[in-house]
């Protein structure tokens, strides 16, 4: 973005500068030549694009910046929002012997059955909880390690 400000002023300056020549003549009259005694030359230029660029590039950068450091804090959230919900679920696993369901999960938790379902899918694909459907046809999850006498 700064490069792209200072390309730009680089091809005002020269546009602009009888501008300024013109508004520092009526502002100092004759001693105009006393303030700016040399000619502009294409370092000048140079020079005032880049200060220019970097005055005028600094906030949009910093601004895009800040915008993608929420961005990101609002993504390292929901990762953690997750890792506690797995977490509350392998507690709740550990209490029940390893057998969870998603209904266990959303009735003692603020979590939907369909996201419980989800986060269990995802530990199920991940090779942490075993698949099984009971005779009634429920869904049920199991975790191994959580039974007693298990080792």
């Given at each position: ?41 294409a ?70 059955i ?16 075993e ?21």
């Amino acid at each position: 973005m700064m490069i792209f400000i200072w390309l730009l002023s680089l091809w005002l300056q020269p546009i602009l500068q009888p501008y300024v020549e013109a508004f520092l003549l009526s502002l100092y009259g004759d001693r105009y030549e006393t303030y700016i005694p040399y000619k502009m030359t294409a370092l000048h230029y140079a020079v005032y694009a880049m200060a220019l660029g970097f005055i005028l590039g600094l906030p949009l950068e910093i601004k895009y910046k800040r915008a993608k450091s929420k961005c990101l804090k609002k993504l390292k959230f929901f990762d953690s929002l997750e890792s506690e919900n797995i977490l509350f679920i392998l507690s709740l696993a550990r209490d029940q012997q390893g057998y969870v369901t998603p209904m266990d999960i959303a009735s003692q938790s603020t979590l939907t059955i369909e996201k419980a379902q989800n986060i269990l899918s995802k530990l199920q694909k991940d090779g942490f909880a075993e698949l099984s459907v009971t005779e009634k046809g429920d869904i049920l999850y199991y975790f191994a390690g959580f039974t007693e006498g298990e080792e």
